[in-house]
């Protein structure tokens, strides 16, 4: 009881529509603090238990469990059921086709490499105690240019001191040594200065390579000078020549060999050797090859994925070839299965939509299972996903109020309420007490829905639908956008689910103050459902971006999400008339509603008292178009006429429009109190009438303010009349109507159109400017009487309502075409009487 008495006394109107600004509810102090502190109570739940031990942050202490127990993290099991769901749980095949492609790729790389070193031919080509290793190498691989000065110092130094048998000395080994270090110094040197004598002189080298060679001879051309020159001082001349011919033979064979690896691999596709493979012995390059042929299989069965970088896998591919191939290989065969891997893994379709069709049933929930005393978290150590669930279920967490987040949180809840306000005022809405408590209802309704966590719990769309419907689009998409933003900062939400409702929510606001029929509002839930579905679906492409996507599994999510849209449009439209009647409200649906002519009201109306009716009417034409003209609400100005003159059906005769030429009531009681209670009576008695039928007060409005406090004129004048001979006093109170006078625009167009009505009627021949300057003394006579001193009028919009009102009455009486006489033949008449009654 005491909660209905509460509730009643909410939203009980106010006296008086003209009240100070704070006197509203939309801009009370006490709604503004029961408001905010509502709104934070539901949205920041987050704030009130908010864990101190939470992910992420470094354990102060080593915590153990106290008991054994196996824990299911609800949240994260959901996340994998909608992930499957979505179609995130990838099935994949290995392509052979790829793996073929790899190895016939490899096998003719290292095809390649074996004609190359083939090529080549043996090495060591000349016996090492001649021509060391390292020496071979080099002098194979060396400039043409180089080669020749080799050669040319040679000669010069033989010619200089020609083989011969040297002379036999006895020396201690000691000086032998110190003999060999101080000719080899000497050779050096000697060989420098002639390689710039060579170089200096008349030569085929170009001159720009000469500077080139000179400023590259280094240990490796004077120990290859040495080498030769030493093997030909104590040799014969042709076997030197042999030599000379054999390293020609092989340096020879090297450039083919290199042209192979470049220009032919080039040629192929194939750039992955380099001269590095040439010096490989036989033995290690055997080894590379069986190396990458493991690494090549392994990669190719574990799979490389194409969503995988490949900078990724390349770093697994160093660690797969790490003791697989000799170390001195191990670049050339990471370079070679560079080349040739390629990603192998291909979507299974129908083995991921088999497994999306199962999934979803079996993924099992995700368990923690922890024993007495096993450590949980070690101190220093940052708290992951299981340790918190463990924590928090185990009440080691350390939940507790976060006071300074919740009061960041009251601020944004403060401004938001606060923008509610200003969007108030700027629209110059006038929200009445009733009115603010729903639109704080409704928004509590987005919390308190996924506080309890019922499914599709985002209200947004119904939200939107009705506040767009009550309160206008600007109002609707301001409450809308306002919750999608704040909610989700202290609440757990959805991401996506929330923005695509939001979006709905919005689409709903932005339409619904058009819809004029429930039909409409029906049609429009169901844009608002492929608005959400469509949302839904644009985000998932856009957050779960991939160049293949199982459409199958997206569309069924898609697809609850647009019925979740049209099931809270459904329940939106259920809604509806439950809370017009309720808040007193007025739409333009209901007010469609209200001016159909079945209604009962207005059925009595036309039946009862025709004349009334058809004043009625040409008076809804008049306000019509007059509210159309200067910008008022043309649905409240066209029903509330309807209903104006209602109260005259309670004694239809004592009205004049309702006499039909028949005797005046009026006459027969003779007596200007007795009927002056009878017209002021139609007032009263269609406010009982309003009320039994549950008419709006918006439309009850219209009853009393558009006769406002106007003076019964025939009637005051007929009682002075009477009582100028007893000289006694007529008060002019008794014959004004109880008020109030109009407090609205529309409730003064509906006077000022009902003044001019019977004036503009009983007009036959008059001129326009005839017609205009009457209204506009009738208009004149209202104001000067101030009965339109509340109503927000103003003096140009009486002049434009005065010319509305002279051209609507010039549409109903419009000149026609006088027929003249026709005499009427007789063979005439029998004809259309013939065609009648065939």
Not at 92 to 103: A, G, H, K, P
Not at 570 to 582: K, M, R
Not at 798 to 823: C, D, G, L, T
Request: hydrophobic share 40%.
């Amino acid at each position: 009881m005491y909660l209905t008495h509460l509730i009643g006394k909410l939203l009980k109107p106010q006296k008086t529509e003209k009240t100070s600004r704070w006197s509203t509810m939309a801009t009370s102090p006490m709604l503004v603090v029961v408001a905010i502190a509502s709104l934070t109570a539901t949205m920041g739940q987050g704030y009130y238990r908010e864990p101190e031990l939470r992910e992420e942050i470094i354990s102060p202490k080593t915590i153990k469990a106290p008991d054994n127990a196996v824990v299911i993290d609800s949240k994260l099991t959901e996340q994998k059921r909608k992930s499957v769901r979505l179609g995130d749980i990838t099935v994949f095949m290995i392509n052979e086709s790829v793996n073929q492609r790899v190895d016939k790729e490899l096998k003719e790389i290292l095809l390649l490499g074996n004609q190359a070193r083939e090529e080549v031919g043996n090495f060591p080509f000349v016996n090492t105690g001649i021509l060391s290793t390292t020496t071979q190498q080099y002098l194979r691989q060396v400039s043409q240019e180089k080669w020749q000065v080799i050669q040319k110092i040679i000669e010069e130094k033989l010619q200089e001191k020609p083989p011969g048998p040297e002379s036999k000395r006895t020396t201690s080994p000691t000086a032998t040594q110190n003999s060999e270090q101080v000719t080899s110094e000497n050779n050096n040197v000697e060989i420098q200065a002639s390689v710039e004598e060579e170089l200096s002189g008349k030569t085929s080298i170009p001159k720009n390579n000469q500077k080139n060679i000179l400023t590259v001879i280094n240990t490796r051309d004077r120990k290859a000078i040495s080498e030769l020159l030493a093997y030909r001082k104590g040799s014969l001349f042709e076997n030197y020549l042999q030599i000379i011919e054999e390293v020609s033979q092989a340096r020879n064979s090297y450039q083919n060999a290199t042209k192979i690896l470049g220009e032919d691999g080039e040629n192929k596709g194939y750039k992955v050797y380099d001269p590095t493979l040439l010096e490989l012995s036989d033995a290690v390059w055997e080894k590379t090859q069986v190396g990458v042929q493991i690494v090549k299989a392994r990669m190719l069965a574990q799979g490389i994925s194409p969503n995988f970088p490949r900078q990724e896998w390349f770093k697994a591919l160093k660690v797969q070839v790490t003791g697989v191939v000799p170390s001195e290989s191990e670049d050339l065969a990471i370079k070679i299965l560079k080349n040739v891997l390629e990603a192998n893994l291909v979507k299974d379709l129908e083995g991921t939509k088999k497994l999306v069709e199962l999934a979803a049933e079996d993924v099992k929930p995700v368990e923690y299972k922890v024993r007495k005393n096993e450590v949980i978290v070690k101190a220093g150590e940052k708290i992951n996903r299981k340790a918190f669930i463990l924590l928090d279920h185990f009440t080691l967490s350390r939940r507790r109020v976060n006071w300074s987040s919740l009061v960041v949180f009251v601020c944004i809840v403060s401004g938001a309420v606060g923008i509610v306000v200003i969007v108030q005022t700027q629209l110059q809405s006038g929200l009445r007490r009733r009115d603010n408590i729903l639109l704080l209802l409704l928004s509590l309704s987005a919390p308190l829905l996924v506080g309890f966590k019922v499914p599709w719990n985002s209200s947004l769309p119904a939200v939107g639908l009705l506040v767009g419907n009550f309160y206008g689009s600007t109002m609707g998409v301001t409450l809308v956008g306002l919750i999608s933003v704040v909610l989700p900062i202290g609440m757990d939400v959805d991401g996506i689910d929330w923005f695509a409702s939001a979006a709905g929510g919005i689409v709903g606001s932005l339409v619904a103050q058009k819809m004029r029929s429930r039909e409409e509002q029906a049609l429009l839930g169901v844009g608002v459902g492929l608005t959400q579905g469509l949302v839904y679906l644009l985000t998932i492409l856009i957050v779960r971006a991939s160049s293949e996507l199982l459409w199958s599994a997206i569309m069924a999510p898609v697809g609850l999400q647009a019925l979740a849209g049209l099931l809270w449009s459904i329940v939106a439209l259920g809604l509806s008339p439950y809370l017009e009647h309720l808040f007193d409200l007025i739409t333009p649906i209901r007010l469609s509603e209200l001016a159909n002519p079945n209604r009962p009201l207005l059925k009595r109306l036309a039946s009862e008292a025709p004349g009334t009716f058809q004043h009625t009417m040409f008076v809804a034409s008049l306000a019509e178009a007059a509210a159309r003209e200067i910008g008022c609400n043309v649905e409240l100005v066209r029903t509330g006429t309807l209903y104006h003159d209602i109260g005259k059906m309670h004694d239809p005769l004592g009205f004049i429009e309702n006499q039909m030429g028949g005797p005046n009531k009026h006459d027969q009681i003779n007596d200007p109190w007795v009927s002056v209670e009878i017209i002021k009576k139609h007032v009263t008695e269609g406010l009982v009438m309003a009320r039994k039928h549950r008419l709006p007060n918006a439309i009850t409005a219209f009853i009393p303010e558009h006769q406002g406090t106007m003076l019964i004129a025939f009637f005051y004048y007929q009682a002075k009349q009477r009582n100028e001979k007893t000289k006694k006093v007529v008060k002019e109170e008794v014959f004004r109507y109880a008020g109030p006078i109009p407090q609205s625009r529309e409730t003064g167009i509906v006077m000022l159109a009902d003044s001019c009505e019977a004036a503009l009627r009983s007009l036959k021949d008059a001129t326009h400017k005839d017609a205009l300057q009457m209204v506009k003394k009738i208009m004149r006579a209202r104001w000067q009487d101030n009965q339109l001193v509340d109503s927000g009028l103003t003096r140009g919009e009486m002049s434009s309502i005065a010319e509305i009102f002279v051209q609507v009455w010039e549409q109903y009486n419009h000149k026609r075409i006088a027929y003249p006489k026709a005499a009427i033949n007789p063979n005439q008449v029998k004809t259309a009487k013939s065609v009648v009654n065939s």
